[in-house]
């Protein structure tokens, strides 16, 4: 559709006809194409900012007015062809997370056109990639919606840290804040929960019990499935180099590039707290690549902890 623009630029009044043959695609797409590029443009999106679209009265010819800046077809670097086509690949290779036939059309589409001439301009080998399935009940999870049949589960709740064994009627699989969640009606507590996928620990289908659909489902996608409660507190946390997943396992409200003297790749964090027991856990298993800047009660707290643990080793603590 964005090629569309600088061919019709550079040759005006061309006919629907031409342009569908060129493409390879039906006069009806070229007409759908055309109708959405007329309200695309550049930020502002006030009319004078939107791709300008001109059509002959019988829809028989087309020209573009204003392109937008969009004056030559869209190409992928090097890099960039790389970059997709290992992520192309990547997620090609986790079962039942996404549309495998849509993915692996894409990749086909852009090494034909892009990816192996950029890697041979780069003198560079072509990648291969043998992705880690970061949520391996996914699969089990997808088998029980298609069914139609209760899930049992042990799953991993991090702001407890605990374990539990729950039978859960599935309700979909959402993809909200990176991860993948399932929402299904909870037996254990009564309602309707989600559970990241990635800390299901262990699932199978109850073939002989089938799930019960709920009286009502909200449709929306969430933007986000964690919400702070009240007593939430809000911490500040000062990251080393190896800790730097954090903000990419648990959700934050902002991240920090540190370049002070002694950053060495460090980054700040600002977090809520669902308890102080589960910020402790957190800050301990991370050793010296966590320091809490914010509040110092919790720091201490964290700073009791961790002398009460050496302690027990017999070190001498100051």
Do not use: N
């Amino acid at each position: 559709m964005l090629a569309l623009v600088p061919y019709v630029s550079r040759r005006p009044g061309v006919r629907v006809e031409e342009l569908a043959a060129e493409f390879g695609v039906s006069t009806r797409q070229i007409a759908s194409d055309l109708d959405l590029l007329m309200v695309c443009g550049l930020p502002g999106y006030y009319p004078d900012d939107l791709i300008d679209v001109v059509l002959d009265d019988d829809g028989g010819t087309v020209s573009i007015a204003f392109d937008a800046g969009i004056e030559r077809p869209v190409r992928l670097t090097g890099d960039e062809a790389i970059a997709l086509t290992v992520a192309l690949r990547a997620l090609a290779d986790l079962p039942g997370l996404v549309d495998d036939d849509a993915v692996r059309s894409a990749l086909a589409k852009l090494e034909q056109h892009t990816g192996r001439e950029a890697v041979a301009a780069q003198d560079t080998p072509v990648v291969q990639v043998a992705a880690a399935d970061p949520a391996p009940a996914l699969g089990v999870v997808r088998d029980a919606l298609r069914l139609g049949r209760r899930l049992w589960m042990r799953y991993y709740t991090a702001s407890r840290d605990e374990m539990t064994e729950r039978t859960v009627d599935p309700l979909r699989v959402l993809v909200t804040d990176g991860h993948s969640y399932l929402e299904a009606y909870c037996h254990l507590v009564g309602s309707i929960r989600h559970f990241r996928v990635d800390r299901i620990e262990d699932a199978r289908v109850l073939l002989d019990e089938p799930a019960q659909p709920t009286l009502w489902a909200d449709s929306d996608v969430p933007d986000k499935v964690f919400h702070p409660g009240p007593q939430s507190a809000t911490v500040t946390l000062r990251l080393g180099h190896a800790a730097r997943w954090v903000p990419e396992y648990y959700p934050v409200e902002a991240v920090e590039e540190l370049s002070d003297d002694a950053a060495d790749g460090a980054i700040r964090v600002r977090l809520q707290a669902t308890g102080e027991a589960w910020l402790t856990r957190l800050v301990l298993s991370l050793g010296g690549d966590a320091v809490i800047e914010a509040p110092a009660d919790l720091a201490a707290v964290v700073d009791e902890r961790a002398s009460a643990a050496l302690a027990l080793y017999g070190e001498q603590v100051d």
